[in-house]
């Protein structure tokens, strides 16, 4: 059950990884398995097994095909030269920013590597802060160690996002930008982020990496803050197996990103769009993305806002029917018509509660579990010990590196949020069939429960 084909990172918490390779084992084997379970158990009858599958992967056709062979008959694999004329990531840049809203785009190897370009990008380091939720991704954390920054961990609320209000009570002079990650398929409560942040200078890194095609307020996030970052690694939505792209509409922050991602060079396509170079060249890393993975997400592209549909489509079903159910409490969402619904959230009493509710749905084959995919980070061992690459490293050797202090008891809300949430997964290819099964089960469980 635990052969992801990933490496797992270390972590005492439940990986994402691990929890969606049991999750869904059949899809991890590809194409033909997930186009076979789409949702449903082939057999008719009772449903016997409900899975999400992986989401990019089940919309693989023709034009993935098509688009892989063009690169492989040119023999241009690299994007910026070859016996061909390599176009695919270029073009995917210049569509995926016209999705996104944004000016520019840039493609890189992941969305770990955008959120290292983000950070670049906004000439953030050693003496400056950022804050960055409780409950997220590592990558969030390990960005901003890795420019030798601080990290400042803020609370989520009732969204599973950054809680506004705590978002500006950790606010310093120190304070570079934050990290409004958009967790869970659900669009964070930007309208009051940007606000303190623009009143407080703060600049916005908006984390899309699990909402891509998730709106707020009619516009597509990543672009509404300073920069915003999206992965396209196997778990998220659109897929090349591992990918990333940040976006931006400053021509700044848009250089620096570029350069950052090419060893602090720049190419003429970048400056062609951003305009004459602003920055000298200073030291990088190589996050270039290939044309093969540029070929799928041009035709994963395409595709987004079908999957995105499907998908909120489901959720939004069962959402709708499960409002009076006793003893839950829906997931806060600040935008439902901007939720790609990744799942359905809701919360109850307490944590054992949780647990029976789990089990419950387990038993009727519904794909329930603790929140998943993320981490409460300020409990990690590295985390709470600073650890950092070299023992000097500027991040955790500054007075206020010095002072801060992790653990349980910087994020005591985020914990108590974490232990009284339900995730139930959707997928795209959920039939109507399903979504009432699921219904049923909550009912059922519900019933059980008060
Ligand atoms: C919220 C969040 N940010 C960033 C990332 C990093 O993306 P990648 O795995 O492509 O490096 C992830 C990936 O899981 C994520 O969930």
Not at 28 to 48: H, W
Not at 192 to 198: F, G, T
Not at 212 to 232: C, D, E
Not at 400 to 414: D, N, R, S, V
Request: one cysteine or more.
């Amino acid at each position: 059950m635990n052969s992801f084909p990933h490496p797992t990172p270390t972590s005492a918490s439940i990986s994402r990884r691990q929890f969606l390779a049991a999750a869904t084992s059949s899809a991890a084997v590809g194409l033909a398995a997930t186009r076979v379970s789409g949702g449903e158990s082939p057999e008719a009858g009772v449903i016997s097994n409900i899975d999400p599958g992986f989401v990019g992967p089940q919309f693989f056709d023709e034009q993935e095909r098509q688009a892989l062979l063009e690169v492989l008959e040119s023999g241009s694999p690299f994007r910026y030269w070859g016996p061909g004329r390599p176009v695919k990531v270029q073009r995917f840049e210049e569509a995926f920013a016209r999705s996104m809203g944004a000016r520019f785009a840039l493609g890189v190897t992941s969305g770990t590597a955008a959120l290292d370009c983000a950070v670049a990008g906004l000439g953030i380091g050693p003496g400056d802060e950022v804050i960055v939720p409780a409950y997220t991704w590592w990558s969030d954390y390990t960005c901003v160690v890795q420019a030798g920054a601080l990290p400042v961990f803020a609370e989520i609320d009732r969204t599973l996002n950054l809680d506004p209000e705590d978002f500006a009570r950790k606010i310093t002079p120190r304070t570079k930008a934050v990290i409004a990650v958009h967790l869970l398929g659900g669009p964070c409560d930007l309208e009051p982020i940007l606000e303190v942040a623009r009143a407080r200078g703060v600049a916005v890194i908006e984390d899309a990496a699990q909402c891509v095609g998730g709106a707020y307020r009619g516009q597509k996030l990543g672009a509404l803050g300073t920069v915003g970052i999206y992965s396209f690694q196997i778990n998220k939505m659109m897929t090349s197996g591992e990918g990333g792209a940040l976006v931006t509409s400053d021509p700044l922050v848009y250089e620096r990103a570029a350069r950052f991602h090419d060893m602090g060079t720049i190419r003429q396509v970048f400056l062609d769009r951003s305009g004459p170079s602003q920055v000298a060249t200073f030291a990088g890393e190589n996050f270039r993305m290939n044309e093969f993975t540029g070929a799928v997400l041009g035709a994963q592209l395409t595709k987004l806002d079908t999957m995105v549909g499907r998908m909120h489509e489901n959720a939004e079903a069962i959402y709708a029917a499960i409002g009076e159910v006793a003893g839950i409490r829906l997931r806060q969402r600040p935008d439902p018509r901007g939720d790609i619904g990744y799942g359905v959230f809701f919360e109850v009493r307490d944590r054992s509660t949780r647990d029976r509710w789990i089990a419950g749905l387990r038993e009727r084959h519904v794909p329930a579990s603790t929140l998943t995919g993320s981490v409460l980070l300020p409990l990690e061992e590295s985390v709470i010990q600073k650890r950092t690459r070299h023992p000097d490293w500027p991040s955790f050797n500054s007075p206020a590196g010095k002072a801060i202090e992790y653990g349980a008891g910087c994020c005591a809300q985020t914990l108590g949020i974490f232990d009284r949430f339900v995730q139930i997964r959707i997928g795209p290819k959920y039939t109507q069939r399903i979504n009432d099964h699921i219904i049923d089960a909550i009912r059922q469980v519900g019933g059980g429960l008060v």
